[in-house]
């Protein structure tokens, strides 16, 4: 059984710096495909940043440049480095794990696992 806990989020102010982590029990797949999803109230959920084992990264346009994905080795927690963060950018990041699927990196479809979420707010 998959389990996905995420933590790292809280209240900032614009410009600060957040990191997230999402930490798997029971998903430690050599060759893994994992992304942090976000939804802002009012709004459909959005994929940020995704990565897999080949150590490629995928961002949506409206986080890169500030935001980074990574996760060192099958075994390691998954982290979500945010810098220079915005209002737009308050919501509830969740993480999420493939097993089994086509991956297409920031589509929610690709991911059978998802954490509950932790709430990133942003003042301005």
């Known amino acids: 059984q998959v389990q996905l806990v995420e933590s790292g989020g809280g209240s900032v102010q614009s410009g600060g710096s957040l990191r997230l982590s999402c930490v798997a029990s029971g998903y430690t797949y050599s060759k893994y495909s994992m992304a942090w999803f976000r939804q802002a109230p009012g709004k459909e959920r959005e994929g940020v940043a995704a990565?897999?084992?080949?150590?490629?990264?995928t961002y949506a346009a409206s986080v890169k440049g500030r935001f980074s994905i990574s996760k060192d080795g099958a075994e390691s927690p998954l982290y979500l480095q945010m810098n220079n963060l915005i209002p737009e950018d308050t919501a509830i990041y969740s993480c999420?794990?493939?097993?089994?699927?086509?991956?297409?990196?920031?589509?929610?479809?690709?991911?059978?696992?998802w954490g509950q979420g932790t709430q990133v707010t942003v003042s301005s």
């Open positions: 999420a794990a493939a097993v089994g699927r086509e991956w297409r990196p920031l589509e929610e479809s690709s991911y059978n696992y």
């Open positions: 990565i897999n084992s080949d150590g490629r990264t």
